[in-house]
């Protein structure tokens, strides 16, 4: 008998992002944001293509000017995977960047001054095949709204974005996500189960502005693994005050640890203790580091003495426990395999296995 938590996830609306489904079941997408110049195209390449690298699936990049929905053309057209324009209130953004082959416009229909504006988007969007995300913000919500609710509140988020659906509908357009971040965590986590609970469009995770490496990966996770885990999210944003690349290792280790994907390598280490026959901490970070390119999923368990050592290889893919008779145990696929001898460089000898099984 083994155990198995199943998380059942809402069924939502299909929509697409260029040839990326998102929504009604798909896995869940993993998205960043560059950070370079977009109106510098080669520079804003190279960081797709290293974001791509690290598994981002759709990359969304601001268009804050004409010469970053210039720049779009090159972007869109070189861009491995399906770019997002990101618009804030200058609608002709919107309109040139799905012109240029922006595939998804980040874009809220309520704010953008009038409905014509909105009806000269969603034409832009329709004539080129460009699906649309609402992104409201706690930080940027309407003038009216924090009139009538006095402060960014859950009820405020939700009348936010069904505002912006219900234009979008009126258009006749229905290609589209919502996202209702907040850097407050129990705001983002209320807003997002109000809009669950109100629609059936695919909903883009994020706790917006969560802070840094540290804080911010503990914001995420409670925030997003608490919606993730209840079935709601179809795509996910985990923002930190890092480089767009070092991120998405984030966003995959929450959705590696709800079992919701499976990507590249899962390591499962002990925090070291007195009885450690082999320094861990340093052990893992080189494995680690030399691991992080791989997109096959490998389980490797590392622990520093056989007390767990032997329990936790026995449901990994590479297993090694701590040397207890001169010995460290080394198990492959749960069984054991062979054995080396204390003083040998574990993480040298961890990290070649990996690498073979990742060529078979
Ligand atoms: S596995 Fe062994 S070395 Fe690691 S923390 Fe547990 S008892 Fe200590």
Do not use: W
């Not at 000269?120 to 709204?145: F, M, P, Q, T, Y």
């Not at 006749?172 to 129990?186: G, H, P, R």
């Amino acid at each position: 008998m083994s155990f198995e938590y199943k998380i059942n996830r809402k069924k939502t609306r299909e929509i697409s992002v260029g040839d990326v489904k998102i929504g009604a079941g798909n896995p869940i997408v993993v998205q960043t944001m560059t950070n370079t110049l977009t109106s510098d195209a080669k520079a804003t390449l190279e960081q797709i293509e290293r974001c791509v690298k690290a598994g981002a699936e759709v990359i969304r990049v601001s268009v804050p000017d004409k010469e970053s929905t210039d720049a779009m053309r090159e972007i869109s057209k070189n861009s491995p995977v399906p770019i997002i324009a990101d618009v804030h209130f200058h609608y002709k953004r919107g309109i040139e960047a799905a012109q240029n082959g922006a595939k998804c416009l980040r874009i809220n229909p309520g704010t953008i001054g009038s409905i014509d504006r909105a009806k000269e988007v969603v034409k832009a969007a329709k004539d080129n095949g460009c699906s649309i995300r609402i992104g409201v913000n706690a930080g940027s919500l309407e003038e009216k709204l924090l009139e009538k609710y006095q402060e960014p509140c859950p009820d405020a988020l939700l009348e936010s974005a069904m505002e912006s659906v219900k234009i979008l509908e009126d258009l006749d357009f229905y290609q589209t996500k919502i996202s209702v971040k907040a850097s407050d965590v129990m705001l983002a986590i209320k807003s997002y189960e109000l809009l669950s609970a109100a629609c059936d469009y695919p909903l883009h995770l994020g706790i917006t502005e969560a802070g840094t490496r540290n804080i911010g990966t503990v914001r995420s996770s409670i925030g997003l693994g608490h919606l993730l885990m209840q079935g709601i999210g179809d795509t996910m944003r985990v923002s930190l005050s890092i480089s767009p690349e070092e991120e998405i290792a984030v966003a995959y280790d929450i959705l590696k640890s709800l079992k919701l994907r499976n990507r590249g390598v899962n390591i499962i280490s002990c925090p070291s203790c007195a009885r450690q026959q082999f320094d861990v901490c340093k052990t893992i970070a080189k494995i680690e580091a030399a691991t992080a390119h791989i997109v096959k999923p490998i389980s490797i368990s590392v622990l520093g003495c056989v007390v767990n050592g032997i329990g936790e290889a026995k449901h990994t893919n590479i297993g090694i426990t701590g040397a207890g008779s001169g010995q460290h145990l080394v198990y492959i696929n749960g069984k054991p395999d062979h054995k080396i001898p204390a003083g040998s460089d574990v993480a040298d000898h961890v990290i070649k296995l990996a690498l073979e099984m990742d060529n078979e």
